[in-house]
């Protein structure tokens, strides 16, 4: 971690401190700045947790989760709290515009700035700094930095709790972007009290029957297979939207179901938003839709797993992903 000694002289002293994430807030997002509260707390500090907007529903059990504030629903108090604070966590992201409408508040702060974050290409903001790609989720990072404080046998069990949470959602329940010490983490935490098996039934067995309905349709109906590209794409207009009533979190996994069918190295979920062409890439192996999100789709997130928007409309911009599959990238996905 850069400037960590600096930082823990910081956290000697009470502090206001603002921990923040990134808008659309998902499972890493909450879990990592729930436990870094939980245990800031504990060490005297004021903390406030702000998300740019609201969470998913399924989230609701987390310890904590009724004291965060949604900026874009209590926004004057939100200001309020940044404009007091001494210090900012940014956590899950690395570019002040994953935050959306929290951007120019939180890039003109004034406040001592540490980012812990796992995503690709971060940028240059942060005084502090624990940023590691290899990381599964910024809820590890947080186990990580709770060891450099020396504060695992401090910390409360809330915060091992929260922190699994994301580990799970980042991971689709440990299958992917794991490590031993991943597991060596989740061994830990599990002889540290965390009912392991209660999480694991709160975040994967928590649908609405719509959602689980539009899960079905979107394979039944909204699915386009590429064969010869190993691709599949699933496409959800305005009308989809507002036939199943889709809110935040409902969209969640809907991407990862691609990638359970044999060969398949793309997947792209891509919906049709009210002022924009949302893009969701997951890939296996070394395909990189981090890099195709970054050139082509205004985003980014991680070589396996990233997200962008198009500015065309939703034909024109399936159109052009496929155009551009075909002509950049077909070798790459059938080798
Ligand atoms: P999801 O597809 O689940 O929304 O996002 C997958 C990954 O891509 C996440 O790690 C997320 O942070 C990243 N991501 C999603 N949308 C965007 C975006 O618009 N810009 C950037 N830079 N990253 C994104
Ligand atoms: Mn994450």
Excluded at 13 to 33: C, M, Q, R, T
Excluded at 111 to 139: E, G, Q
Excluded at 155 to 163: K, L, R, V
Excluded at 319 to 329: G, M, N, P
Aim: glycine share 6%.
């Amino acid at each position: 971690m850069t400037n960590f000694e600096q930082l823990e002289i910081l956290l000697q002293e009470p502090k206001n401190i603002l921990i923040s994430s990134h808008a659309n807030p998902d499972g890493d997002a909450v879990g990592s700045s729930l436990a870094l509260a939980h245990y800031l707390f504990t060490l005297g500090h004021r903390v406030n947790v702000i998300m740019p907007t609201e969470m998913p529903d399924f989230l609701d059990f987390m310890p904590g989760i009724e004291k965060i504030w949604i900026y874009e629903k209590q926004t004057d108090l939100c200001n309020q709290i940044v404009e007091n604070t001494d210090l900012i966590f940014a956590l899950d992201y690395n570019n002040f515009n994953r935050t959306e409408i929290m951007e120019t508040v939180l890039a003109n702060s004034k406040a001592y700035k540490v980012m812990i974050d796992h995503h690709m290409a971060p940028s240059d903001f942060a005084n502090a700094m624990l940023w590691r790609t290899s990381a599964s989720s910024t809820c590890e990072l947080i186990y990580d930095f709770l060891s450099l404080m020396n504060a695992l046998d401090a910390a409360p069990i809330e915060t091992f709790e929260t922190m699994y949470v994301g580990i799970l959602t980042d991971t689709g329940g440990l299958q992917y972007a794991t490590s031993p010490a991943l597991f060596r983490l989740v061994a830990d935490i599990s002889e540290r009290g965390v009912n392991i098996n209660y999480i694991s039934d709160q975040v994967s067995n928590s649908y609405s029957y719509k959602r689980f309905r539009l899960m079905g349709y979107s394979i039944s109906d909204r699915l386009e297979l590429l064969e010869d590209i190993n691709t599949g794409i699933i496409v959800l207009d305005v009308e989809d939207h507002r036939h199943f009533n889709i809110q935040r979190g409902d969209l969640e996994g809907i991407v990862n179901l691609i990638l359970r069918i044999r060969d398949i190295r793309c997947a792209v979920l891509i919906t049709e938003r009210k002022d924009r062409v949302k893009l969701s890439f997951r890939s296996k192996g070394n395909f990189s839709v981090q890099e195709i999100c970054s050139k082509y789709f205004s985003g980014g997130g991680h070589l396996n797993a990233s997200g962008g928007q198009s500015r065309d409309n939703l034909p024109g911009t399936v159109d052009r992903l496929k155009e551009l599959l075909y002509t950049e990238y077909k070798a790459a996905l059938i080798s």
